[in-house]
């Protein structure tokens, strides 16, 4: 997995300041010596999420998220490790070079690379068609009448793929793509699935290209245009799923988007890529787009990192209102806040913003009602609230859209006003909405409850054991001396969950004293495993005084565990029927051994421990029985 030098993640934490790196992400504010924020990546109202700039490290004690700045860098934007530390990286201003890893890790990263530079290559490609190529004129002129010039073109990569699909492939031919990468891109499919040698098609013709995006703006993906009508296709064709490219938790334009939205607090959502792009070219530049209407939960999640409120402005036709409807859903799930805007006359932002200009655009957006405004002025509009029988289904439908808030403080405000609204009493729609948020429980709940949102589960290791993890990464002594017990450590992973994982840490030896070099080992660490390490709120805790005492009782405590554990096998082999003698024999003297063992380490605590396995006390509480205290 480590592609980057350890010594470059280390060159690069120790370059990147924590409480700086957050605070350009959310506020922070200090308390002691230590720094507060509230949680970006749970629900939470007040704060948990702790920076210490000591150990340039965060942790939230609500979700159990924390690590240092690449992990923060990670889950903030979602990228995997080594994107984080180029990312960090680049704004230190240190150059990466990338070792030799294994033949495994070699191939997956060259497939994925060489996937990339299909998509970038052929991106410029086809912009170069759109900008020189005589048979482009008619996308050229296509482009003008929507009101867009050449600067535009170049600034979103925009192409063009021709008709004759002959120019593709000989241009891809003598780039030396093979076809297994056109097809693996999806710009190209074979003809017949089931014979490879039926030869490709390519999957545009003559469309205006349009370059997906990822966060960190690597193209992955593309969206055709139709320029001639052709009722046999689409006006729109996608990339379909590639490895790079999953419609579900791709934001148009959010590589862009992303700092006006923090500035901005509130991300705008068109329906259209065109929508955005023409956005954007007029100095608004929080806007996004899913692609199509089509918002999921992931967009939402991802969204969610960056900003609490959106503005939705989908078409005015029924469709719009639908989607609007939908992604309020997944917004409000996350709670995040939605107002919509609706444009004169049912425009579009592009065309509504040739005609009147960024300007009365901007004022459109400052005047964006309140999802329930907006849903209620539409009833309104519709005639649906003039009779008692049409508002109460307004007010049902109303409640199974406020039972997905998760934000309970504007929820409450939301029923009294839609009640209002309604002429009706927010009581009788506090119960509808509290019996449609049972029916819906599942979803919403397991937000509010604070669970750590993690869909990678970490690796299962002994409590004690994460204990001496603790320690050797902590203090030097400890490590030391853990580093001498090895031998007894290897015997016990046999019967005590996460050993291995104490290995590894025996086995690098980061110096504690030195916690830039902690964290690049973090980093270097599988996700399960440093999950484990840095889920444990003790994570944040530094050395104890007596870490050599706290090994030495917690050794003590492995062994004895060990023993029993060993002991309770051998007892269980005992009692095979039909036991051979020799075999008998050896188990016998194995039995003897241990308990010889066992006297050694103190009976009583052995058995304290079994009934406590998981409790992690002081040390100085744990001591005392180990050592000395044994029943007379
Ligand atoms: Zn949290």
């Not at 490290?57 to 530390?85: M, Q, W, Y």
């Not at 609204?421 to 049972?438: F, I």
Request: charged share 30%.
């Amino acid at each position: 997995m480590a592609q980057i030098p350890h010594d470059t993640i280390k060159q690069v934490l120790a370059a990147t300041d924590i409480v700086e790196l957050i605070s350009s992400y959310i506020e922070v504010k200090r308390a002691g010596s230590a720094f507060k924020a509230l949680c970006p990546f749970h629900h939470e109202k007040s704060p948990s999420f702790n920076i210490t700039p000591a150990r340039q490290t965060f942790h939230c004690f609500g979700c159990g998220k924390g690590g240092d700045a690449i992990a923060f860098v990670r889950e903030h934007e979602n990228l995997p490790f080594s994107d984080a530390v180029r990312k960090l990286a680049g704004r230190a201003g240190i150059t990466i070079v990338e070792e030799q890893s294994t033949p495994e890790a070699d191939q997956a990263r060259r497939v994925r690379g060489r996937l990339l530079d299909v998509h970038r290559e052929a991106a410029e490609f086809m912009h170069t068609l759109l900008m020189r190529s005589p048979d482009a004129q008619h996308a050229r002129d296509y482009l003008k009448s929507r009101g867009f010039g050449a600067e535009m073109a170049k600034r979103w990569t925009v192409g063009w793929m021709p008709e004759n699909q002959e120019v593709f492939l000989t241009w891809a031919r003598a780039k030396k793509f093979t076809g297994r990468e056109l097809v693996n891109a999806g710009l190209a499919a074979q003809r017949d699935e089931n014979n490879p040698r039926s030869g490709l098609y390519v999957r545009f013709r003559d469309r205006l290209m349009f370059s997906i995006r990822n966060e960190i703006g690597d193209v992955i993906g593309f969206s055709g245009r139709q320029l001639r009508e052709d009722k046999r296709s689409g006006k729109y064709v996608n990339s379909p799923e590639t490895a790079l490219f999953r419609k579900s938790n791709i934001l148009f334009a959010l590589d862009r988007a992303k700092k006006p939205i923090l500035k901005e607090k509130c991300a705008l959502i068109c329906e259209g890529q065109i929508d955005v792009i023409a956005c954007h070219e007029a100095g608004i530049e929080h806007a996004i787009a899913g692609q199509g209407t089509a918002f999921t939960n992931q967009h939402a999640r991802l969204l969610r990192r960056y900003t609490k409120a959106v503005i939705l402005c989908y078409d005015g036709d029924s469709a719009g209102f639908e989607a609007t409807e939908k992604a309020f859903r997944e917004l409000a799930i996350e709670g995040i806040s939605v107002r919509v805007v609706e444009l004169l006359g049912g425009a579009d932002p592009d065309s509504f913003l040739k005609e009147h200009g960024a300007e009365a655009f901007r004022e459109q957006l400052n005047n964006a009602r309140d999802f329930f405004d907006f849903k209620l002025d539409r009833a309104t509009r519709d005639g649906r609230l003039s009779t008692a029988n049409g508002r109460a289904t307004v007010a049902n439908e109303c409640a199974g859209l406020l039972a997905v808030m998760t934000d309970h403080i504007t929820r409450d405000s939301q029923i009294n006003h839609v009640a209002t609204r309604l002429q009706t009493g927010a009581s009788g729609l506090r119960e509808a909405v509290s019996k449609a948020s049972k029916q819906t429980k599942p979803k919403s709940n397991d937000r509010e409850t604070h669970k750590p949102e993690v869909s990678i589960e970490p690796t299962s290791v002994d409590g004690t054991v994460r204990y001496l993890c603790h320690l050797a990464l902590v203090s030097p002594e400890a490590q030391h001396l853990l580093a001498e017990q090895f031998e007894v450590l290897h015997e016990s992973g046999e019967f005590i969950e996460g050993i291995p994982l104490l290995e590894i840490i025996l086995g690098v030896r980061p110096d504690p004293a030195d916690p830039a070099a902690v964290n690049a080992f973090l980093g270097s660490l599988s996700e399960p495993d440093r999950l484990a390490l840095t889920r444990d709120p003790m994570f944040a805790e530094t050395a104890p005084e007596n870490a050599i005492s706290a090994v030495e009782t917690s050794l003590c405590q492995l062994s004895a565990r060990t023993l029993m554990k060993r002991d309770a096998k051998v007892k269980a082999a005992l009692s095979t029927p039909g036991l051979e003698p020799t075999r008998m024999i050896q188990l016998l003297e194995e039995a003897k051994e241990i308990r010889e063992l066992l006297k050694g380490v103190g009976q009583r605590s052995v058995f304290e421990d079994e009934l406590a396995p998981s409790t992690r006390r002081p040390p100085e509480q744990r001591k005392g029985p180990f050592r000395r205290e044994r029943k007379p």
